[in-house]
């Protein structure tokens, strides 16, 4: 059962306000450590954390076989903790795996191989020291619904990667009326945010009142994208998620989900967004 978390949030319609009680999925980090080395912290949604650091290993090239792990632990879990000394670290209890490999195994690793950051990924995993970090400052934006119930069709209507062959994401940054300054798309719904923000920069039209929209879900790493560029609105197509809604908060940035042609579900500051 994949974990979930529970969130008071306001649903935005035509119709007008209501508020709700919504399920979230999880979003925190696991470290992988090979030996004593950390090769990987992955924003996961907890579960299956030995499958997921197998998986990864073995998909990463780290090793090419089973018969590569001697041992597979997950720090937590209750079995052999002597293989895991000392104290859980700054990911906290249940939130490592570490594998030891054989010395043929060991010795084909890379001696340099530098630890990943797999986002989702805010960069860090303290949301709160983030979001005050990147916290915005207060900027008076206020827009009507009709804005972002807007942006659906806008973004629809210049996909033409995705009408063609589908499996494409898009982000668009629009200003505070709703017209669109970039939109971008890509395979990665990473890289259509990170074009479509670095195309308004180029731009130089990346006002302080900007909203950024993207197909994909708005976990950590959209909402830090959205605060590291100034913009105080990010609407997603999809679910947030409850590191994406944490950092959000703490941001200072006002995030929306479930984006449709007539309704959205409202996570965080909603003081920007007209009567909600």
């Known amino acids: 059962m994949v974990p979930v978390a529970q969130r008071s949030v306001r649903l935005v ?15 925190v980090p696991l470290a992988i450590e090979i030996g004593q080395r950390q090769v990987a ?14 998986g990864y290993c073995l998909s990463e090239g780290l090793i090419a076989s089973l018969e590569d792990v001697r041992v597979l632990h997950h720090c937590g879990s209750g079995d052999d903790e002597e293989l895991l000394p000392g ?3 700054p990911y906290g209890a249940g939130n490592r795996v570490r594998l030891q490999l054989t010395p ?3 010795a084909r690793l890379a001696p340099a191989a530098a630890a990943r950051w797999v986002f989702s990924g805010c960069g860090g995993v303290d949301a709160a020291a983030l979001g005050e970090e990147l916290r915005l ?8 619904p009709e804005t972002l119930f807007a942006l659906v069709p806008a973004m629809a209507r210049v996909q033409r990667a995705y009408r063609e062959a589908g499996g494409i994401h898009a982000a668009g940054v629009f200003d505070a009326a709703g017209r669109p300054l970039a939109i971008c798309e890509d395979v990665g719904r990473h890289n259509a945010a990170d074009k479509a923000i670095g195309a ?5 039209q990346l006002p302080a009142a900007a909203i950024l929209a993207a197909t994909g879900r708005a976990s950590s790493d959209i909402v830090a994208k959205a605060a590291r560029a100034g913009i105080p609105i990010a609407a997603s197509f999809s679910s947030s998620t409850s590191l994406g ?8 940035i006002t995030l929306a989900g479930y984006l449709r042609r007539n309704r959205f579900t409202l996570y965080t500051h909603p003081q920007r967004i007209a009567g909600a």
């Open 245 to 252: 809604i944490e950092l959000a908060e703490a941001a200072g």
């Open 87 to 89: 104290e859980p670290g």
């Open 13 to 27: 319609s035509k119709n007008g306000v209501a508020s709700a009680q919504v399920l979230l999925p999880g979003e």
């Open 200 to 204: 308004a920069l180029l731009a130089g």
């Open 41 to 54: 912290v992955l924003m996961r949604t907890p579960g299956d954390e030995k499958a997921l650091a197998l």
């Open 137 to 144: 400052a207060s900027d008076g934006v206020h827009v009507a």
């Open 104 to 106: 043929e195994a060991e």
